[in-house]
């Protein structure tokens, strides 16, 4: 499982590619420390949301804690989506072995009502809202107990922290280089708290590695395409052994060919390069039968 910024879903979306048995941000993207400890506990405790819980804005009900794309235009089809997404992921993370979180910011917004961090304002009115700079004890301390609940109920997951090298430039350039600062304290402080905490340094290669321009979108913040296939790489000589580096190469020569455009497919040639493309599969999913294409 993968929950938190874009590293979640860039990494995530491949691993899906690839046919891992993996969940990637099954509450959407999320930013903040804060934000995604607390959707960790709503799994974890088996909360329910309920119809109070959710409030309109332009057209949508929504709820602070979770992403839009839970939302609905009926407010028990939005309580039915987080309450679903709540219960999915409890069961996931029972029996998850790996789950990998990635900070994104310690900059956020609190919900004066409460005081809370919220993990989106959803386009709510502003004066609802006061922009909050967490700490590094808060931020750490809300991940410590939700990383302790969830050894409590699974202790064989392994966690792997991230630090999103997407820059929040909007807050500001030196308010963002501190807020990267606090989350690899963060992240630091967590690995040495726990024994199955670790680091993946996917921020590092994406600053040292990667620094030239070529390597973001036109928004120059965003990692390009380049720049995920060279921070994938890495991920896959971490992690991956020979084993799942050739089966790998072998699911993505089928998905290649399955993306194959024909110029004509009522030729001979076609119909033979499907068959052997469904050989290749049938032989694949035999050897590997939870593959499904």
């Known amino acids: ?13 491949r691993l899906q590619n690839y046919k891992f048995n993996s969940i990637c941000n099954p509450f959407g993207t999320v930013f903040h420390p804060v934000s995604i400890s607390r959707l960790i506990e709503y799994a974890l405790q088996l909360k329910v949301v309920a ?26 089809q939005a309580v039915h989506n ?11 993370l029972k ?42 004890e808060m ?18 997951v392994h966690v792997i922290m991230t630090v999103s090298p997407v820059r929040h430039t909007k807050d500001g350039i030196i308010e963002n280089a501190r807020s990267k600062a606090k989350l690899l304290s963060v992240a630091e402080n967590l690995q040495m708290r726990f ?55 072998k699911i993505g020569k089928i998905i290649q060919q399955m993306n194959h455009r024909p110029f004509n497919v009522e030729s001979t040639e076609y119909q033979d390069f499907m068959k052997n493309l469904e050989t290749q599969k049938s032989l694949l999913q035999s050897a590997y039968p939870w593959i499904q294409f």
């Open 82 to 92: 987080i309450n679903l997404a709540i219960a999915e992921t409890h069961e996931a």
């Open 139 to 156: 931020c750490e301390n809300a991940l410590a107990n939700a990383l302790s609940s969830l050894f409590a109920i699974n202790n064989d």
């Open 195 to 249: 024994e199955n905490v670790s680091y993946f340094p996917a921020y590092e290669w994406m600053m040292d590695d990667l620094r030239d321009y070529r390597f973001y979108e036109k928004d120059l913040i965003h990692p390009n395409e380049q720049a995920i296939d060279y921070i994938w790489e890495k991920f896959e000589g971490h992690y991956f052994d020979g084993e799942t580096n050739n089966l790998n190469k």
């Open 51 to 76: 119809i109070e819980d959710v409030q309109l804005s332009q057209g949508v009900f929504v709820h602070c804690d979770f992403h839009s794309n839970l939302g609905s235009v009926d407010n028990q």
């Open 1 to 13: 499982m993968l929950i938190g910024s874009c590293f979640s879903n860039n990494i995530g979306s």
């Open 95 to 136: 029996r998850v072995k790996y789950l990998f979180i990635t900070l994104g910011t310690s900059i956020g917004y609190s919900l004066k009502s409460t005081d809370a961090i919220v993990a989106n304002c959803h386009k709510l009115p502003s004066e609802m809202f006061a922009k909050a700079n967490s700490s590094i």
